[in-house]
C-alpha cells in the first residue's frame, strides 16, 4: 500500500471535482443510477479518485440493480475499511479507502459470492484504468 494520503481540505477542494469532494470527503452519495460507472462493463481496475489507490477489479463487478456500482469484495482487503456509520436514521457499514479515508460507499451482506457481500460503491468515488490490451 502507498503511504497515507494526507491533505489539508483546501487541498483536497483543489484536487477533486466537487461532486468528488462531496462524496470522498463530505461522505456524499450521489443519486442512483446517475454514476458513470455504473453500467460499466470494460475490463480493468477501480482506483481511488482521491489518491489513485487500487480499489476494485472489474472481475468482482457485477449488476445488483441498485443503480451503483456493485462489487463482491476488494481487489485487497487492505484497500478498504470499513465503519458503522449511523447516519439518515440507518445503521449501515461504510466502506473508506485504506489510505486516504475518502468515503467510497457502503456494503450490505445481501451479494452474491462466497462472502455473500455487495459492496455499493460511488462512481464519483472512483477512477477507472482500462485493462491494457496492447501487446495482446
Not at 1 to 7: A, G, I, Q, V
Not at 14 to 28: I, N, S
Amino acid at each position: 500500500m502507498p503511504d497515507k494520503t494526507n491533505l489539508t481540505e483546501a487541498e483536497w477542494r483543489e484536487k477533486l471535482t466537487p461532486e468528488q469532494y462531496r462524496v470522498l470527503r463530505e461522505a456524499g452519495t450521489e443519486r442512483a443510477f446517475t454514476g458513470k460507472y455504473e453500467k460499466n462493463k470494460a475490463e480493468g481496475e477501480y482506483k481511488c479518485a482521491g489518491c489513485g489507490q487500487p480499489l476494485f477489479e472489474s472481475d468482482a463487478k457485477y449488476d445488483s440493480g441498485s443503480g451503483w456500482p456493485s462489487f463482491t469484495a476488494p481487489a485487497d482487503q487492505q484497500a478498504v475499511e470499513v465503519n458503522k456509520d449511523e447516519s439518515h436514521g440507518m445503521v449501515r457499514t461504510e466502506v473508506v479507502c485504506s489510505n486516504c479515508a475518502g468515503h467510497l460507499g457502503h456494503v450490505f451482506p445481501d451479494g452474491p459470492g462466497p462472502e455473500g457481500l455487495r459492496y455499493c460503491i460511488n462512481s464519483a468515488a472512483l477512477q477507472f484504468e482500462p485493462e491494457d490490451k496492447a501487446g495482446d
